[in-house]
């Protein structure tokens, strides 16, 4: 099952000739194609995938619907060939103007003459809506976190480094049937949790530290993302009020997620909260974030977000506070919206865990 009849449809709704991809997130997703090489053109009524002799039997395999064309010389000879066969000979034709490389877009130019004319199409939006099989991949992707955090949790010891922790989170996800994490795992400790991005460092974990978990897992493609935050030890005052904060916030955009709020009015909801409890600067980054073959896809929660939330689209809650140097916590769920509320897919606690309390 692959997005083909979506993105023809698309292609009718735009009065496009046809459009090419290049974008190996997408060439999964609307051709169900996993090769590294692969550049696929389709219009209205018919499709093709072209690679070389490598992927020539996983195209077939895979990618229903389409036509497999195995190219001899190079790619833009065998789309002319398309072109010539199929009497295309002009036209409007989208290219992923976010992806494709600008020698590409050079050498299509040069390939073809002054009659073909390309725009730019943004085929993530396409992707948005969950099917059915894709929201039970990403159940079992955070089912997979969530087991993994929850055998990492004993195994934590004050004097271990940031990368021997991230070792373990990882190997337990892939252990449970993940392909590979979901992203670069942030394991930022102490004065590094103030850190969005504090991904695993030689640091030691300490007494008292606080340590920002920011990790998934990969499943059949799709991703999961959460954030859970610990501390090392008891937590001391300004740890509690920062994670009842961050928490009371977090579940108040959780509970604010169904279909048709916007992404500023969600990210507004959580904003506001830390606002006025006199952390609104350094609350610093959007709410949150589409999930599925990309870690990050539309829609998105944030100020200046144009998103429209729909019923099965996927979206992360991940406000945090982080204190320039000092101290920083986050909390992440993945949910999937639906009409009046939303399914949470990640069950990892949220209460602050303090680790040999």
């Not at 219009?43 to 389409?66: H, V």
């Not at 590409?104 to 199409?121: A, K």
């Not at 976190?145 to 337990?172: H, K, Y």
């Not at 949150?288 to 073959?293: E, I, P, S």
Request: proline fraction near 3%; glycine fraction near 8%.
């Amino acid at each position: 099952m692959n997005g083909l009849n979506r993105l023809q449809q698309y292609i009718k709704e735009q009065e496009l000739t046809g459009i090419i991809i290049t974008n190996p997130t997408n060439l999964h997703y609307f051709a169900g194609f996993t090769g590294s090489t692969g550049f696929a053109f389709v219009t209205a009524t018919s499709a093709f995938i072209i690679t070389d002799f490598r992927y020539t039997e996983q195209a077939t395999d895979q990618c229903e619907g389409y036509e497999v064309i195995q190219y001899t010389t190079t790619i833009m000879d065998a789309l002319v060939d398309i072109f010539n066969d199929y009497h295309i000979h002009e036209g409007m034709f989208g290219i992923e103007g976010k992806f494709m490389p600008v020698d590409t877009y050079e050498l299509l130019c040069d390939t073809l003459d002054e009659r073909f004319n390309f725009t730019s199409v943004d085929l993530a939006k396409l992707r948005a809506v969950k099917e059915e099989f894709e929201l039970e991949y990403m159940r079992k992707a955070a089912q997979i976190g969530d087991d993994a955090f929850a055998a990492l949790l004993p195994q934590l010891r004050v004097g271990m480094t940031e990368n021997e922790v991230r070792i373990i989170l990882e190997s337990e996800m892939l252990q449970r049937g993940s392909e590979e994490p979901s992203f670069t795992t942030i394991v930022a400790s102490g004065h590094r949790s103030s850190m969005p991005h504090g991904v695993a460092s030689d640091k030691v974990i300490e007494v008292g530290d606080f340590v920002t978990f920011d990790f998934g897992a990969v499943y059949k493609g799709y991703h999961s993302d959460m954030t859970r935050t610990i501390v090392m030890g008891p937590a001391n005052e300004q740890q509690k009020e920062l994670y009842d904060i961050v928490l009371t916030a977090q579940k108040k955009g959780v509970s604010a997620v169904k279909s048709g709020i916007t992404g500023v009015e969600l990210d507004n909801i959580c904003r506001q909260y830390i606002t006025d409890k006199g952390y609104g600067d350094a609350f610093n980054h959007g709410l949150g974030h589409g999930v599925g073959l990309d870690i990050h896809e539309y829609p998105v929660a944030s100020p200046k977000s144009d998103s429209i939330l729909e019923e099965n689209m996927i979206i992360t809650v991940e406000p945090g506070i982080y204190l320039f140097g000092e101290i920083g916590l986050r909390i992440e769920d993945s949910v999937i919206v639906k009409a009046n509320g939303c399914e949470v897919l990640t069950h990892s606690p949220k209460e602050l865990i303090e680790i040999g309390i």
